[in-house]
């Protein structure tokens, strides 16, 4: 079992930037895939980011390639979300994900067991 707390959300304006934290309970943090989704109201659930237990495979939605940056310190069962040149669109809902690996399915919701509460990103024009 793997409990998720995300932080760092909050309202920005346009071009701003924010950084996402998610801390994680349990011992085997560091074996699993860590994943960002987002949900925008009346939108599903959507893939933005993911990495693999080492840090060494990062996935990236086409829409935040070279704007997002996906880390995680296993040190401190923590993954980040680095968010620069923030739009207006990506005002959303913002969840962190985790599961104990990671697959070519890895942009579908369903296929990560464990989400945290989520935080909210505003971002103002």
């Known amino acids: 079992q793997v409990r998720l707390v995300e932080s760092g959300g909050g309202l920005v304006q346009a071009g701003g930037s924010l950084r996402l934290s998610c801390a994680a309970s349990?011992?085997?943090?560091?074996?699993?895939?860590m994943g960002w989704f987002r949900q925008a109201p009346g939108n599903e659930r959507e893939f933005v980011s993911a990495?693999?237990?080492?840090?060494?495979?990062?996935y990236y939605a086409d829409s935040v390639k070279g704007r997002f940056t996906i880390s995680r310190d296993n040190a401190k069962n923590t993954v980040y979300l680095q968010m620069n040149s923030l739009k207006p669109e990506v005002t959303a809902v913002y969840y962190c994900?985790?599961?104990?690996?990671?697959?070519?399915?890895?942009?579908?919701?369903?296929?990560?067991?464990?989400w945290g509460q989520g935080t909210q990103v505003t971002v103002s024009s």
């Open positions: 994900a985790a599961s104990p690996d990671i697959d070519a399915n890895y942009y579908y919701p369903r296929r990560w067991p464990y």
């Open positions: 349990g011992r085997t943090f560091s074996v699993y895939a």
């Open positions: 990495i693999n237990w080492s840090g060494g495979n990062t």
